[in-house]
């Protein structure tokens, strides 16, 4: 599952979550994000200690910005509400996941 | 896998789905491999050229040929080929799970990604101010000041793009004329918020974290946030040389004029072939796609291949 985040929630669903979150950072119109949101969502189902959630750069332009969002797809992983590792563009499930892992792995 | 199309497409940009309607409408059996959504095509803001449409998006009108391409009941399967073996009497693909498929023709329109700068640090900042695609990260440049790379027609049109929400464009280009059409120029060239910089190149990127100047050539040094890089292609070849095809000093599949390799079974179409100056633009590149199909047609009536 995959959660939508709005600047409503953001501080609830991001800022103040003990763990991990990752949020994808996408926009309609942007091709590579419409091939990266299925293997997001998959991701989501097989990575369940981490919360997925999402972001549409166009409806929440602000913490776009505040997160300095200059391309998209780009994926912010949080740990504790702090930023600890970022990825650019579209990438195969599995080089994500693995990316994903490597992340939690230097910052436990 | 036991299913031998007559047809097997490499790429699913304009080429490759143009010449799926058309090899479908022979009664070919075809499949094509390929992502539509990672044609370069999708990178273009506005189509404004291709007949029928006054305007488009480049990615409505790839999403247009997939509708069309599906309405004749081509199977496109959307993954990357990573393997071509040529075998006695046909061609053995395996995609990038693994799944073979089995065809005595090939046509490949895997097309183009974009040419990068090639200076220090270029692929630091991809995403932290450096950008190939206008389209997807221009809105992120709100208010700020930006600088395009090239001449081109795509070039001139990531400018003005630009232009309607960043503060300044500055144009950098190589030689002393921009090589985009002149209608094109001249919007450029009133458009007060774009400035050129002629005989220039980028030399040097500075910031830290993010993207913060660019150093040129002739010594300027720039404060800009974003820098588009809209310096032409380069042509994805990899299966290309995997099969032997020949290509160009430019990289590019020689074809002659019906769109035949110098292998037998192999045809190519679209941006990764022809002559360097030759016109890459969509219609070309669906006009091409048909060519190659009727080809294969002819040959397989002839039974060549």
């Known amino acids: 599952m995959v959660v939508t985040i709005t600047s409503n929630n953001y501080e609830k669903e991001i800022i103040n979550h003990k763990g991990y979150v990752i949020i994808d950072y996408?926009?309609?119109?942007?091709?590579?994000?419409?091939?990266?949101?299925?293997?997001f969502e998959e991701l989501s189902e097989e990575m369940k200690e981490i919360k997925f959630a999402k972001l549409n750069v166009d409806e929440e332009r602000l913490i776009a910005q505040a997160n300095k969002i200059n391309s998209i797809p780009t994926f912010i992983l949080f740990k504790n509400g702090i930023e600890i590792a970022r990825f650019l563009g579209v990438m195969p499930k599995e080089v994500m996941k693995q990316k994903i892992m490597e992340a939690i792995k230097r910052n436990e | 896998m036991n299913k031998e199309y007559d047809c097997l497409i490499i790429g699913a940009g304009p080429a490759g789905l143009s010449a799926g309607i058309y090899a479908a409408r022979y009664s070919l059996k075809t499949i094509i491999a390929g992502i539509p959504l990672q044609s370069i095509i999708t990178h273009a803001w506005k189509v404004e050229n291709y007949p029928g449409f006054k305007?488009?998006?480049?990615?409505?009108?790839?999403n247009k040929f997939v509708e069309h391409v599906k309405h004749f009941e081509v199977p496109i399967i959307e993954e990357q080929i990573v393997n071509v073996e040529k075998k006695e009497n046909h061609f053995l693909a395996t995609t990038s799970t693994n799944k073979k498929i089995k065809a005595r023709t090939i046509i490949l329109a895997t097309g183009s990604t974009s040419r990068k700068l090639n200076i220090a640090n270029e692929d630091d900042f991809i995403g932290k101010g450096v950008s190939y695609c206008a389209t997807c990260d221009a809105m992120f440049f709100k208010d700020k000041i930006v600088a395009v790379v090239g001449g081109s027609d795509s070039a001139v049109m990531t400018s003005m793009l630009l232009a309607q929400k960043s503060k300044k464009v500055y144009i950098i280009?190589?030689?002393?004329?921009?090589?985009?059409?002149?209608?094109?120029?001249?919007?450029?060239?009133?458009?007060?918020?774009?400035?050129?910089i002629y005989n220039a190149e980028v030399k040097k990127l500075i910031g830290d974290d993010f993207l913060k100047g660019i150093e040129l050539s002739n010594g300027r040094k720039l404060s800009v946030e974003g820098l588009?890089?809209?310096?032409?292609?380069v042509p994805n070849t990899i299966i290309a040389k995997s099969l032997r095809v020949k290509t160009s000093e430019h990289g590019f599949i020689i074809v002659d004029e019906n769109m035949r390799t110098n292998v037998k079974g192999v045809y190519a179409a679209g941006d990764i072939c022809g002559s360097k100056n030759k016109l890459r633009q969509v219609i070309t590149a669906a006009s091409e796609g048909a060519i190659a199909a009727r080809s294969v047609y002819e040959d397989k009536e002839n039974e060549v291949v």
């Open chain 1, 26 to 39: 996408w926009a309609s119109w942007c091709a590579p994000c419409r091939m990266a949101s299925p293997i």
């Open chain 2, 228 to 233: 588009f890089v809209e310096i032409g292609h």
């Open chain 2, 173 to 196: 280009y190589r030689r002393d004329k921009l090589r985009a059409k002149p209608m094109m120029v001249n919007k450029v060239m009133k458009n007060n918020k774009i400035e050129v």
């Open chain 2, 55 to 62: 305007e488009i998006s480049g990615m409505d009108l790839i």
